[in-house]
């Protein structure tokens, strides 16, 4: 039996191979075993694992300091794109409906992650900065695998109707 974060990876493997184009990758390599275990959290990996993959790469600055922000809001910046390079790729399929509702969406998603991550900082006496960051990333991150959930055919959201080919 595959441990948990063995069938992330596969999870991964698989996710690689369906939203991977021969050089334009939609999805960066790094970010897939993040979304693979998202994926799979009904299925055997947890929300802990699947932060400590999620903010590995800033694992070696201590938290909250200086260091630990700057390579956050560089992680942030890195999902901030597969968002949008996973909507692009939406925008493109889906019916001019479902295009709409995508816009839509984000707007209403923008105000309330920067409400959410504000209200997280908020709590924090020191490393507001980190934790604001980390709440953005989990938020893009949870978008992300909402994204290509839809673009693999596995989502019931409303805005996920293909247009005919």
């Known amino acids: 039996m595959l441990k948990p974060i063995q069938t992330a990876a596969l999870a991964a493997l698989i996710f690689t191979t369906q939203l991977h184009a021969a050089e334009d990758p939609i999805v960066a390599e790094e970010k897939l075993l993040v979304l693979g275990c998202l ?14 993959l999620m903010f590995q790469p800033c694992a070696d600055e201590a938290p909250g300091s200086d260091p630990h922000a700057a390579c956050l809001s560089d992680e942030r910046e890195g999902w901030s794109m597969t968002v949008q390079n996973l909507q692009a790729k939406l925008i493109e399929g889906v019916t001019p409906e479902g295009r709409i509702q995508i816009v839509d969406l984000m707007g209403l998603w923008g105000s309330y992650v920067v409400q959410q991550c504000n209200q997280v900082a908020a709590t924090k006496e020191t490393g507001a900065e980190s934790a604001r960051l980390g709440c953005e990333i989990s938020e893009f991150a949870g978008l992300a695998g909402e994204f290509a959930a839809c673009l693999e055919g596995r989502s019931t959201a409303e805005y996920c109707e293909f247009k005919e080919e």
């Open 39 to 52: 994926e799979q959290m009904e299925n055997g990996t947890s929300w802990p694992e699947c932060v400590s």
